[in-house]
């Protein structure tokens, strides 16, 4: 069987990646061959004497900015696979917001390439050249796109099939669909005067799940309103219907 997918990774600090792919879900899914994870390092796409990969702004102002040569270079070295170029991302604050709908577009390519900046931002013509999908992982700035790209990886393997043991966990935790998780317990059934809820061991699966629900729904209510609100309205004629019922119907 083939690759799910494969993700090549541009970076000028290829070494960052490495705790990250030697474990845990991400080693695993590399190992059963699910996914295909190339580093490239910018800097092997520099010709110059000094090897060069950022410089001073035109114009003047703080910082270094990465040239666009070795980013052009590097991309362009990427074999394309079934002759059909490969999802681009660029990693920035000024990039759309990293949601878990995009984790979940994003789990269905083929081939991902990830640009990551360091240093004070990009030589503009890397987004007028390369045209990328530009991503942020928040609101608030990290000295370069490594991290953030490997928050996105992480959040694209593991929905890869067969990634994780479990097939059902991805459908039932936090955001996939639009709640945040409920709360969860496992053994001991007390804990220094703190008791398991009795439903959850009451072998009822009904009441069970009603349990499970109004417990994601209140942590949601209390925590993210605004992914409430979002959900009521997603879910409005579901929960009509199912008035005076449990849900899910
Ligand atoms: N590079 C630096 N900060 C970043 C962020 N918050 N998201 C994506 N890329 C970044």
Same mark, same amino acid.
């Given at each position: 069987?083939?690759?799910? *997918?494969? @993700? &090549? ?5 290829? =070494? ?5 792919? +030697?474990? #845990?879900?991400?080693? @695993? ?6 996914? !295909?994870?190339?580093? #490239? ?6 010709? &110059? ?5 950022? !410089?001073?702004?035109?114009? %003047?102002?703080? %910082? ?15 074999? /394309? ?31 991902? =390439? ?6 004070? %931002?990009? !030589? ?11 991503? $942020?992982?928040? +609101? ?13 990886? !992480? =959040? ?9 043991? &479990? ?22 059934? *007390? /804990?220094?005067?703190?008791? *398991? ?12 799940? &009603? /349990?499970?629900?109004? #417990? ?29 019922? $449990?849900?899910?119907?």
């Amino acid at each position: 069987m083939g690759f799910f *997918v494969r @993700i &090549d990774i541009l970076t000028l600090f290829p =070494a960052m990646f490495r705790g990250m792919l +030697d474990s #845990s879900i991400v080693r @695993i899914a590399i190992e059963k061959k699910l996914a !295909d994870v190339r580093l #490239s390092n910018v800097r092997n796409f520099t010709y &110059d004497r000094h090897r060069s990969v950022d !410089d001073t702004p035109y114009g %003047g102002g703080p %910082g270094m900015l990465l040239r666009p040569e070795p980013i052009f270079r590097a991309v362009e070295a990427i074999a /394309w696979t079934e002759h059909t170029a490969p999802e681009l991302l660029l990693m920035t604050p000024q990039g759309e917001p990293f949601t878990q709908h995009i984790a979940q577009q994003l789990s269905l390519k083929k081939h991902i =390439a990830i640009i990551c900046g360091h240093y004070e %931002g990009f !030589d503009e013509r890397i987004r007028i050249g390369l045209k990328p999908w530009e991503i $942020s992982i928040g +609101d608030y700035v990290l000295s370069g796109g490594e991290i953030p790209a490997m928050a996105i990886i !992480d =959040a694209i393997i593991r929905l890869l099939p067969g990634a994780l043991g &479990d097939q059902q966990s991805p459908e039932s935790e936090s955001f996939q669909n639009g709640l945040l998780e409920y709360a969860q317990y496992t053994k001991p059934i *007390v /804990w220094r005067d703190m008791p *398991v809820p009795e439903v959850l061991s009451s072998g009822h699966h009904q009441k069970i799940r &009603d /349990w499970q629900f109004r #417990s994601a729904y209140e942590r949601t209510l209390a925590r993210r309103p605004d992914l409430l609100e979002k959900f009521l309205q997603k879910n409005s004629q579901v929960l009509d219907k199912s008035k005076n019922t $449990s849900f899910p119907p």
